[in-house]
T-cell receptor, first 113, second 117 residues
Framework: AQTVTQSQPEMSVQEAETVTLSCTYD???????LFWYKQPPSRQMILVIR??????QNATENRFSVNFQKAAKSFSLKISDSQLGDAAMYFC??????????FGPGTSLSVIP | EAQVTQNPRYLITVTGKKLTVTCSQN?????MSWYRQDPGLGLRQIYY???????DKGDVPEGYKVSRKEKRNFPLILESPSPNQTSLYFC????????????????FGAGSRLTVL
């Protein structure tokens, strides 16, 4: 069965600094999708970034980028120039080829002014 | 505005009293799904649906039912709620298997906080 692991329950970063959140997953599939979602205190789930497994190039969205290592089954999120509004729970998610979605347990990120 | 709408947002009920949480999307999405969120466990998928009349079990389907009679609606039914179903519930939708970029990105509803006493 597929699993998603986020080994850092809590992280903190100084404002304007860079932080990396880790995510590893277990699968025997070759075709799948990976996502990072953000959940601020409002509880709304917001897409941060996505990556198709067939693409070798790492996805980037403004201050957010990923380090996708397919062979190692690793999908870390890097947040550059951290801002107070980045404080939230971050979830890594995996979507299988047959449409099941598995989320990791989440990493709570605090941003220190 | 493109959105997923869940109701009710908050509900306190008692053990055994049947309830339905509605979910509706206005984006003509093929794929719809339900999740429950519990502390330390992240979101766990309950059921998902690729199309009308097609539903599949997620990781935690016990105690829940769903139906997909119309493309836009995907209600979650708790026939006999129990206290261990106290949780935060999310409905989400996406285009599905469309090859367009972002077709698999989930759009979430605002969440429904359910308490079963």
């Amino acid at each position: 069965a597929q699993t998603v692991t986020q080994s850092q329950p809590e992280m903190s970063v100084q404002e304007a600094e860079t932080v990396t959140l880790s995510c590893t997953y277990d699968t025997s599939e070759s075709d799948y999708y990976l996502f990072w979602y953000k959940q601020p205190p409002s509880r709304q789930m917001i897409l941060v970034i996505r990556q198709e497994a067939y693409k070798q190039q790492n996805a980037t969205e403004n201050r957010f980028s990923v380090n996708f290592q397919k062979a190692a089954k690793s999908f870390s999120l890097k947040i550059s120039d951290s801002q107070l509004g980045d404080a939230a729970m971050y979830f890594c998610a995996y979507k299988t080829s047959y449409d099941k979605v598995i989320f990791g347990p989440g990493t709570s990120l605090s941003v220190i002014p | 505005e493109a959105q997923v709408t869940q109701n009710p947002r908050y509900l306190i009920t008692v053990t055994g009293k049947k309830l339905t949480v509605t979910c509706s999307q206005n984006m003509n999405h093929e794929y719809m799904s339900w999740y429950r969120q519990d502390p330390g466990l992240g979101l766990r998928q309950i059921y998902y649906s690729m199309n009308v009349e097609v539903t599949d079990k997620g990781d935690v389907p016990e105690g829940y039912k769903v139906s997909r009679k119309e493309k836009r609606n995907f209600p979650l039914i708790l026939e006999s709620p129990s206290p261990n179903q106290t949780s935060l519930y999310f409905c989400a939708s996406s285009l599905g298997r469309d090859p367009a970029p972002g077709a698999n990105v989930l759009t979430f509803g605002a969440g429904s906080r359910l308490t079963v006493l």
